[in-house]
């Protein structure tokens, strides 16, 4: 048996930090990872999805360049090199955080899969056997899988997901998505600007369900335009294979459907990473969803032992993770009192144009029963956006009537994260809207339009 100061599971956006810290601080840290270091952002998630929307990004630019003056003959997808762009990205940043492991003093990377067989000990399992180690602080940072649905005849269907799909080296003729959330839109709008015929069924009565009904309209208005089917209302029945393709049987209503396609891909959510971990031998609390129970601090019921990022549930985004690995080290070691509770949670989905998220939504505030206003702005009438071409979508701020401070913002624009951002850094801030509404910004800019945006307010 290993004993060590520390042990991490998990070499995710929380993980990797978090271990480098604790070994800088001198303790005898081990970082345990079963598959590559990085976890999904870099090697499923945020790093090759979004390097392969700009190809995406790319092709459809050219195809619509003449509405600039710009004439573009034969656009031509290689999905091949998109892919080998991809790889070379994700390597390196993966590489470089293996490094940046491999260089910390009093840091061991273990690769393998750990279990729990006691409170505080665990058996790592690879090629060369099993070993066990042992710790007073554990910190579980395995994150969460693709969750596969239900659904007969799906087992004998060669199906995608959004970890396999990023290694096709063919566009599909015609790709079926399977779920209208932002993982299958963003894959569904990228696919169908590589040349795929994409159709996205989704079970409830819109896409993007958790977002105002403006939002979620205006977004598959757009999709629609660029040739994205969506089924919405669908219930899935089965799914079948026949010589090439697949047919995807679904109900809507009392009326039976179907529609056939070369691919299909499930993207109905993810499900926590702790199957395997044996938490019961550890005594360590889950939901009914096999999340780890945490309290504010990420503190599960057993002393000594964190969970940070997807794996404890809650709102599963890369900087989430890594704001769990901030607040538990300074809580830890600086004597400080963070807590996840009534933390801002941003958020964009990166489809174009994107969507940039936070605070509370409209619905949300008629809900709760704010005293707020809304104030809309469509990118039509943004000069920026009209000088660049860029006039899909919407800036959306839901303001405090009372205090004048924001308190949400959604903006569905070609640069709508970085535009949620400047907002979010002004609910932070505590600036209200009327400064916005009255202060200087370079023209001319995206930005500037926060001019106009508030302004709208006094209509």
Same mark, same amino acid.
């Given at each position: ?69 710009i004439d573009v003959q034969n656009v031509t997808v290689d999905l091949k090199k998109i892919k080998a762009r991809k790889d070379e990205i994700v390597k390196s940043f993966r590489n470089g955080s293996q490094k940046g ?36 602080? &554990? ?27 990023l290694d096709l080296e063919q566009v599909p003729e015609k790709l079926l998505v399977i779920g209208g959330n932002y993982i299958g839109l963003e894959f569904g709008q990228m696919f169908s600007r590589f040349g795929s ?24 208005? &757009? ?15 089965? &799914? ?77 985004f890369t900087h989430i993770a890594y704001n769990d690995y901030t607040i538990v080290y300074r809580n830890l070691f600086e004597n400080k009192n963070f807590s996840i509770a009534d933390r801002p949670v941003p958020y ?9 998220? &936070? ?101």
């Amino acid at each position: 048996m290993e004993h060590y100061d520390a042990i991490i599971i998990g070499a995710g956006q929380a993980g990797v930090p978090l271990a480098k810290k604790l070994a800088e601080l001198g303790k005898k840290t081990a970082l345990i990872e079963k598959r590559f270091v990085g976890g999904t952002c870099v090697n499923d998630g945020c790093t090759p999805t979004k390097a392969m929307v700009a190809s995406a990004k790319a092709a459809h630019d050219a195809r619509h360049a003449a509405a600039l003056g710009i004439d573009v003959q034969n656009v031509t997808v290689d999905l091949k090199k998109i892919k080998a762009r991809k790889d070379e990205i994700v390597k390196s940043f993966r590489n470089g955080s293996q490094k940046g492991i491999e260089e910390t003093k009093n840091l061991t990377l273990i690769f393998g899969e750990a279990r729990f067989t006691g409170q505080k000990t665990l058996v790592v399992k690879n090629s060369d056997g099993e070993k066990t180690y042992k710790a007073e602080l &554990i910190f579980i940072n395995t994150g969460a899988a693709v969750s596969i649905p239900d659904i007969a005849g799906l087992d004998a269907v060669d199906y995608l997901t959004s970890t396999t799909i990023l290694d096709l080296e063919q566009v599909p003729e015609k790709l079926l998505v399977i779920g209208g959330n932002y993982i299958g839109l963003e894959f569904g709008q990228m696919f169908s600007r590589f040349g795929s015929k994409v159709t996205v069924l989704e079970r409830s009565s819109r896409i993007m369900g958790r977002e105002d009904e403006d939002v979620s309209a205006e977004m598959s208005a &757009i999709l629609k335009e660029e040739g994205v089917d969506i089924l919405t209302d669908t219930q899935i029945i089965k &799914i079948d294979k026949n010589e090439d393709n697949v047919t995807v049987h679904y109900q809507v209503g009392e009326n039976k459907h179907q529609i056939s396609g070369s691919h299909v891909l499930i993207a109905t959510g993810r499900i926590p990473q702790t199957k395997h971990l044996g938490l019961e031998a550890a005594g360590i609390e889950t939901d009914d969803k096999n999340y780890i129970v945490v309290n504010d601090t990420l503190k599960t019921n057993i002393a000594g032992i964190y969970a940070l990022g997807d794996v404890k549930g809650g709102p599963a985004f890369t900087h989430i993770a890594y704001n769990d690995y901030t607040i538990v080290y300074r809580n830890l070691f600086e004597n400080k009192n963070f807590s996840i509770a009534d933390r801002p949670v941003p958020y964009c989905m990166f489809t174009d144009p994107q969507l940039g998220r &936070i605070g509370v939504s409209e619905a949300e505030a008629k809900k709760k029963g704010l005293n707020y206003k809304v104030a809309k702005l469509p990118m039509s009438q943004v000069a920026r956006g009209i000088e660049t071409g860029e006039t899909l979508g919407f800036m959306k701020a839901v303001v405090d009537v009372n205090s004048k401070k924001i308190i949400g913002v959604a903006i569905l624009s070609s640069i709508g994260g970085e535009l949620m951002s400047v907002l979010q850094m002004a609910m932070d801030g505590g600036i209200t809207y009327d400064q916005i509404r009255y202060g200087v910004y370079a023209h001319p800019t995206y930005s500037e339009s926060f001019n106009n945006l508030f302004m709208k307010l006094e209509e």
